[in-house]
């Protein structure tokens, strides 16, 4: 009689955070620690694979030079993986549910009766906007705030972009760089020219780069910082103020120094 395989396939997608490898979950670390293989993404910080000592790794992102996967090989390397290993990690940047395909990945899984499970990450579109001192909200500036893709699956702009730039509401923009002039012309028409803007690349990174301006003057900025994806775009009254903000690691300051001197705070 053939053995039973006793291992009941499970795969946890976990939210590796915005790029800095210490904004991540507890949940997560301990998840990572027990994982037999972890399957991981560009926007990976690699440092936190570090929590994963005795998996096998295997990196599914797009880089220069590299293959790229499509969706429905992840979906297959997935199922692979996790029959072959048991209990295995899918690590995504920010989180996995925001603009991640998580959902695809978690669906896929269950038709083949695989387990999943999923860790909340911090996600990009408030973390690193916060991290540079901007809030997404703010009492009397700011009632609400639209995350949005500036590129959608057809590689236009969204449309939501338009009705966003009729409101008051903070708008941030993920995957937008490729689409920036439009998003600028957009906003132009609703005679939002002196709106503040902000981009910021690579956001919570050693490598950080931003940018900050005005709809009318971002663009050269934008072109002067020679600033690129990945990037977040955040524009609304809420930016204000905050040009002449620190980057998150600043050489200037000892990391803590710089967080205490930000939040107007005494360590002591
Ligand atoms: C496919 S989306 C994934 C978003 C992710 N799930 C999250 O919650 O942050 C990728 C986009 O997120 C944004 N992004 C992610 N990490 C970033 C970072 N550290 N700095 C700037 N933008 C970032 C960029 O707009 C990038 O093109």
């Not at 999943?116 to 973390?127: E, K, L, N, V, W």
């Amino acid at each position: 009689m053939a053995k039973e395989n006793k291992i009941k396939p499970k795969v946890t997608l976990v939210g590796a955070g915005p790029g800095d490898p210490d904004l991540l979950t507890l949940k997560a670390v301990k998840a990572l620690k027990k994982a037999k293989a972890v399957l991981y993404d560009a926007l990976v910080n690699e440092e936190i694979l570090n929590h994963a000592p005795n998996a096998e790794k295997l990196f599914i992102g797009k880089r220069k030079g590299n293959h790229k996967f499509s969706q429905d090989e992840i979906n297959d390397l997935l199922v692979e993986y996790a029959q072959k290993y048991g209990y295995i990690v899918r690590l995504k940047g920010g989180d996995p549910f925001v603009f991640g395909r998580g959902k695809e990945e978690t669906d896929y899984l269950e038709s083949f009766g695989i387990k999943t499970a999923i860790i909340p990450g911090i996600t990009s579109a408030i973390a690193v906007p916060a991290a540079v001192g901007i809030p997404v909200t703010h009492r009397n500036l700011s009632e609400s705030f639209w995350v949005i893709t500036g590129t959608t699956s057809n590689r236009k702009m969204s449309e939501d972009i338009k009705l966003a730039a009729k409101s008051t509401a903070t708008v941030v923009i993920l995957m937008g760089m490729e689409k920036l002039s439009e998003i600028i012309f957009t906003y132009k028409l609703n005679n939002r020219d002196e709106t503040p803007i902000a981009i910021i690349q690579d956001g919570t990174k050693t490598e950080e780069k931003t940018g900050f301006g005005t709809i009318s003057s971002i663009e050269k900025i934008v072109e002067e910082k020679q600033l690129s994806s990945p990037a977040i775009i955040i524009i609304g009254e809420v930016v204000n103020g905050h040009e002449s903000m620190l980057t998150y690691f600043n050489e200037a300051f000892p990391e803590d120094e710089f967080i205490y001197q930000n939040l107007n705070v005494n360590p002591m």
